[in-house]
């Protein structure tokens, strides 16, 4: 994830909306029909499971990483002061636009996480985005810079597999060994409070065969100083 000095910003209304040339679109195919059934169970047990652990604040600014059409981010925007929704994919935040009004309290961003740049997080949350990112531990490292002294982090996504989940498709991560995971954290400067796994997808990505994996939901905080 690198910096771009070359981006360029415009504002619609009360969306801040960060642009990036060349990027990529893997979902941009997709994005149109993304909130099927299973996408939003999939949201809705992350949310669930999130709540169990933390209790999002009235005058907390979140940031969602990887926020998609807003499955997850936009059950939480009633509970927090703000939200900043990162992606990378342009047509995925289109579908989120579409369904955000005028004057709600968000920013969105389109790039890299790296873009962001003020330090005013009170809470991070990403479902099923991670494996996405290829370098973790310089992410961690900018949300550790831009997180507030206290901040929470919860992170969802899928224990480690065979890259059956992508249907062998290139992504970064082949999901996550946990352990591992969480050693990235605490290098970072982060505390991990919890790790479970709070559900198991069974889907049939290979023709024939069904395949069960795992999703955790990691549970840090930074450090109060």
């Not at 910096?3 to 969306?15: A, D, G, K, N, V």
């Not at 149109?32 to 059934?37: E, F, L, S, T």
């Not at 169970?41 to 499971?49: C, I, L, P, S």
């Not at 979140?62 to 927090?80: H, K, S």
Request: negative net charge; glycine residues 4%.
């Amino acid at each position: 994830m690198s910096f771009c000095p070359s981006e360029q910003i415009t504002t619609e209304r009360r969306l801040v909306v960060k642009k990036k040339s060349k990027m990529t679109d893997y979902f941009a195919d997709r994005a149109a029909q993304w909130d099927k059934p299973g996408k939003i169970e999939m949201a809705d047990n992350f949310v669930q499971a999130l709540l169990k652990h933390i209790e999002p604040k009235p005058h907390w600014k979140a940031l969602e990483i990887g926020a998609g059409t807003g499955l997850v981010g936009l059950q939480l925007l009633p509970r927090v002061r703000s939200i900043v929704f990162e992606d990378t994919s342009e047509e995925m935040l289109k579908v989120l636009r579409s369904k955000i009004d005028d004057n709600a309290p968000v920013e969105i961003l389109h790039g890299e996480i790296s873009k962001y740049r003020s330090a005013d997080i009170d809470f991070v949350f990403s479902n099923m985005a991670f494996h996405h990112i290829e370098d973790i531990p310089k992410t961690l490292e900018h949300l550790f810079v831009i997180t507030t002294p206290d901040a929470k982090i919860a992170i969802g996504d899928i224990r480690s597999e065979d890259g059956s989940f992508h249907r062998f498709d290139p992504v970064p991560h082949k999901g996550f060994d946990t352990n591992e995971l969480s050693a990235q954290f605490e290098k970072a400067g982060f505390r991990v409070l919890h790790v479970e796994t709070y559900n198991v997808l069974r889907q049939e990505k290979i023709p024939g065969k069904l395949s069960d994996y795992e999703q955790f939901i990691l549970i840090a905080e930074k450090p109060a100083m």
